[in-house]
């Protein structure tokens, strides 16, 4: 079985791989830098994807659109490690976050995701540190694995009944999180999705939904006959039904 570590490594060196492709792929699309907005883009297909944020951080605005394109996707890495970002507010019509799109802002404390977004990449906010405030919208569908690993600032999580797949350690290491609410539409929850969660005490699942249920605070699945998460800061003696 792959490790968790093996996982994330995986997964950095995927992310670094696309960097280093990245100037070679945006030679062969239209291009364009925004320097009022502090963004490089690329255009395909009629619609922008941010590839690199080049501003001074604090509070940032991504637009709708650029060029009379609209902007649809924010791309991988294309915040990363953007220490003195704040708050970010995303454009209306971004639909997907790429793989660590804003991993390592360590001073990002509030992000407005849009209603038209649909998936957050792997490691998309992962080390988020300081990220308090957090709001799924109903119509995304996959939370990528390590999505909001190490956010470790972040006390509730509402899954909207949209979100299909939670990734592998999606929810890892959030240190503050005590509560998770599960919507209707999940049918995948990956390996140590809430693992090192050590304040949370309930996990809830909506009662509509076809794979899973939670009873007392703890998460079965549907059938009852395994248990998936024993919350790590529920409190007492329980006996495994």
Not at 61 to 83: E, K, M, Q, W
Not at 85 to 103: P, W
Not at 165 to 182: K, M, P, R, Y
Request: aromatic content about 8%.
């Amino acid at each position: 079985m792959v490790s968790r570590t093996e996982t994330w490594h995986h997964l950095s060196a995927t992310c670094t791989t696309r960097l280093r492709l990245l100037p070679l792929l945006v030679l062969v699309m239209t291009f364009a830098t925004s320097p009022a907005q502090n963004f490089t883009i690329a255009i395909e297909d009629g619609t922008v994807t941010i590839t690199k944020y080049t501003g001074p951080g604090g509070v940032v605005n991504i637009p709708h659109s650029i060029n009379d394109l609209p902007v649809t996707r924010i791309g991988d890495y294309a915040f990363g490690n953007c220490v003195n970002l704040t708050s970010v507010t995303v454009g209306n019509q971004v639909s997907s976050f790429g793989e660590a799109a804003f991993s390592f802002c360590t001073s990002l404390t509030n992000v407005i995701i849009p209603g038209a977004a649909t998936s957050i990449g792997g490691a998309a906010f992962a080390f988020c540190t300081n990220l308090t405030n957090l709001s799924i919208p109903n119509g995304v569908t996959n939370i990528g694995d390590f999505a909001f690993e190490n956010c470790t600032s972040i006390s509730g999580v509402t899954i909207p009944d949209s979100v299909t797949s939670i990734g592998e350690d999606a929810f890892a290491n959030c240190a503050a999180l005590t509560s998770v609410a599960i919507g209707k539409g999940v049918t995948h929850i990956g390996m140590f999705a809430f693992a090192s969660c050590n304040r949370l005490d309930t996990i809830t699942v909506s009662a509509l939904n076809p794979s899973y249920r939670s009873v007392d605070g703890i998460l079965f699945n549907q059938s009852q006959t395994t248990l998936i998460r024993f919350p790590a800061g529920k409190s007492g003696n329980y006996t495994v039904p």
